[in-house]
């Protein structure tokens, strides 16, 4: 979406966490699903290079857009100049995936794989997880360079059943891996907190 923000409402974002803007019609700030609940979970603020305008990285909490759409940008320009409603996927890959697998816990067991991965638990998800990983670790070892890209997709896959079936999403493991670049791997084990012991 697109909105104006003055520095009082940039403020409020960044004191909230939500994604606040100003309105230059009622004269007043607005927080993005108040009445709604569409909430904006804002994740990382970018700047410009001109330093006059940010973009909200954000978790959207149901649609951005006020007709339900989930962008507000869901139309094309034809050539004519006429506005034409599309149909607009998510921008990446992994995103189109993970909406599609979060989808799929509201499909019935019978006509969906997925489901039924979610039905079975975390017990069958993480079988299958460890059939999946133990697939690729052969097929690196001496298979084929196309089978162990198919392997990695299969374990991708069901690695991103499994982060759903917690109800998170694949942007949380990326905002992990984000968090930890530049530090070694080596330092970033030292400092995760011990495993309770059972």
Known sequence: MLAWANR???????ATGRATFYSRSRGALWEKGATSGNHLAVVRVLVDCDEDALVYL?????????????????????????AREDAVEA????????????????AT???SY???L???GPSKIG?????????LARAVEDETDERVVSEAADLLFHLMVAVRSRGQSIDAVLR???????TGGHDEKKARKPKPVV
């Open 127 to 135: 079988a299958k997880l460890r059939e999946e990983a133990d697939e």
């Open 8 to 14: 009082a409402a940039v403020d409020a974002t960044l």
């Open 58 to 82: 954000v978790e959207p909490a149901g649609p951005t857009c006020h007709t339900g759409a989930p962008s507000c940008f869901f139309r094309t320009l034809a050539d004519d100049g006429t």
């Open 176 to 182: 992990e891996l984000d968090r930890r670049a530049g």
């Open 114 to 116: 997925t489901k039924s």
């Open 118 to 120: 979610y039905d079975g």
């Open 91 to 106: 921008p990446t890959a992994l995103a189109r995936l993970d909406a599609v697998l979060e989808a799929r816990r509201a």
């Open 109 to 111: 067991a019978s006509s």
